[in-house]
């Protein structure tokens, strides 16, 4: 018996059907292969370029890009567009992905709690999940923000705070359907407590939902920093993020241009990569969304 | 129908109560509550603070409070700004028009450009085109609002000429094809996003419509695919698209707010970021709930409109 076992063909995680199947998803593995460019360039570039992203030099404002040693340009203020993007960079992926993280604890424990309780405890919290969809979550952002103190972690949870019901609603779903399965049937005979059933039994059988919402959300929370950072109520300078960046670029329209065009570009690669990569997953996890 | 429509009419009720405490906790939740502005106002003693908490009532309990802010609400009295003390529904209409102009205009344009580019990419599936649709749309999803909106003026407004730059009219103008011109390039950003989402389920629905039986015996019976399309698949797709109108508006809303801060367009969004900038917070609260009331009230509409187009949902 320990012979056939020992010689039995080990199945690793990346010999998978869901990885196979992610592989072969090309728009995925280029999204994969932007952010980590992104990531690697925000983590390493600054230390390579010859300017601090603080550094005002007023005799080379409105430098174009590609002129001497700035190549991206740079700003009002004289500042190195390249390295300021690049510290921005940091800024904005980092609430971005802090937002999805602390977005999906919210929803997936209110998705499990409503899913797995039913009841009037489930009803109570998939109306409140409604009723926070009822918001444009624009206004409900930028009303929180104007009032709270608008630092970088103020500003990751309160993305967090008005964007984990998708999240929620995913869950809960899928929890409902697999609450009377047979093993569940057979966890509870056992005795096992509520919470282990819910964390422990049903939440691993969900997770391929919740890891290609994760992976939209962050797409989502990048955006949705770009928008308030935008308007003026996100991450304040001199902390550079891509959305405040682009905060006063409107009036340089007409005669510096890049100042607009290369933080937008920007936000815009790293979204679109996010939203390539949960493409890629909802195909390999098999997840059923009626969105495409 | 009477039955689907109070069932409908009962949830949008419970719904708008729960949209009213989560604005009431967003309001309480501000530093210092809802006179925090005055805080700061050297002018304001701390006998003045506390007579005006008693005089306001903010020294009652939470949920005494929300009741009477909510019964406040329903019978209309939304409060006054601070900056020139008109009642702020009256200041929120000022601007709501401005706003339905730009949004239905978009989303008129977002759903005519999204149903042909998702029949034409369920009809023609793994085309070149339908390639190059399923990948624009996930492009324009991720392209943020205000920077097209920035490229946009560049490259239609300061390097062709051909639309302004902003507002809603020229001063001193104000025709109906100055309108028009103005409207051009906003409803157009504004649209790319939902272009991008229409097309996608409109394709979904149309391959799911194209699978079904009645489409067999149609093209068993020899009718055209022309005709089948036409008079038997579109129909049938654009049905769950009426849910799907409703479902966006909170989004729409979101990219209309931002759409006119780029373009200096007078409506309800560039209402809300000028009332944040002067802590008008009265405006501010208004707005919020107004928006949640709106999107409540578009959903109600959509649900009736498809019960009343389609059978099987009201007598389900």
């Known amino acids: ?188 005979m056992v005795g096992l407590s509520r919470a282990h059933i819910m964390f422990r039994e049903i939440l691993p059988n969900a997770m391929g939902p919740i890891i290609v919402a994760a992976s939209l959300a962050v797409a989502r929370a990048i955006l949705l920093e770009a928008y308030i950072s935008f308007l003026g109520y996100g991450i304040q300078p001199p902390l550079p993020s891509w959305g405040n960046m682009l905060n006063g670029a409107q009036q340089y329209l007409a005669s510096a241009p890049w100042l607009a065009i290369i933080p937008g570009a920007a936000i815009t690669i790293a979204v679109t990569s996010f939203n390539f990569i949960g493409d890629g997953l909802r195909d390999a996890l098999d997840v059923r969304n009626d969105n495409f | 129908m009477s039955g689907f429509l109070l069932n409908r009419l009962v949830q949008s009720i419970v719904l708008l109560v729960i949209v009213s405490i989560i604005g009431f906790t967003v309001l309480n939740l501000m530093p210092g509550g809802p006179l925090a502005q005055f805080g700061l106002d050297p002018g304001m003693s701390q006998q003045d603070v506390q007579r005006l908490t008693a005089q306001l009532g903010l020294d009652r309990p939470l949920w005494i409070q929300y009741l009477d802010w909510a019964w406040r609400l329903v019978r209309g009295d939304w409060g006054h700004s601070f900056r020139d003390g008109s009642s702020v529904l009256a200041v929120i209409g000022r601007h709501l028009l401005a706003t339905l102009l730009l949004m239905g205009t978009s989303t008129a344009l977002a759903i005519a450009a999204g149903t042909w580019i998702g029949i034409r990419g369920a009809t023609h599936r793994y085309s070149l085109f339908d390639y190059c649709a399923t990948v624009g749309a996930m492009v324009a999803l991720s392209v943020p609002t205000f920077w097209f909106g920035l490229i946009g003026i560049y490259i239609f407004t300061l390097k062709l000429g051909w639309v302004p730059a902003g507002n809603m009219y020229t001063i001193g103008d104000g025709s109906v094809p100055d309108y028009l011109h103005h409207l051009i390039l906003p409803s157009l950003v504004l649209s790319l996003v939902h272009v991008a989402i229409w097309s996608r389920y409109m394709r979904t629905a149309t391959l799911d419509a194209l699978s079904q039986d009645f489409v067999k015996t149609a093209r068993a019976k020899g009718v055209s695919e022309r005709r089948i399309l036409l008079k038997h698949v579109v129909g049938n797709a654009l049905l769950p698209m009426i849910t799907l109108a409703g479902m966006q508006l909170p989004s729409i809303l979101t990219g209309a707010l931002v759409t006119e801060t780029v373009f200096t367009w007078p409506g309800m969004g560039r209402l809300f970021l000028d009332s944040l900038g002067y802590s008008d917070y009265p405006v501010v609260m208004g707005l919020l709930i107004f928006s949640a009331m709106l999107v409540l009230l578009g959903n109600l509409i959509a649900d009736i409109v498809i019960a009343t187009v389609d059978p099987r949902i009201r007598l389900a």
């Open chain 1, 1 to 188: 018996m320990t012979t056939i076992v020992a010689h039995a063909a080990p199945t690793r995680w990346w010999h998978s059907r869901a990885v196979n199947r992610f592989m072969r998803h090309h728009l995925a593995l280029l999204g994969i292969a932007m952010i980590t460019l992104l990531v690697l360039a925000c983590a390493i570039g600054p230390y390579a370029l010859p300017y601090d992203s603080l550094h005002i030099d007023l005799r080379a404002r409105f430098a174009p890009p590609l002129a001497g040693n700035h190549y991206l340009g740079t700003d009002p203020l004289g500042r190195d567009l390249a390295v300021r993007l690049l510290m921005a960079g940091r800024v904005s992926l980092a609430v971005g992905f802090s937002a999805m993280l602390l977005s999906t604890l919210i929803g997936t424990l209110v998705g499990v709690t409503a899913g797995y309780r039913g009841g009037w405890i489930g009803a109570a919290l998939m109306r409140t999940v409604d009723g926070f969809l009822s918001y444009p979550s624009i206004f409900l952002v930028l009303a929180l923000a104007a009032t709270l103190r608008p630092n970088p972690v103020m500003i990751t949870v309160i993305i967090a705070v008005t964007s984990w019901m998708e999240t929620a609603r995913i869950v809960e779903a899928e929890v409902r359907s697999l609450r009377e399965r047979e093993f569940v049937q057979a966890a509870r």
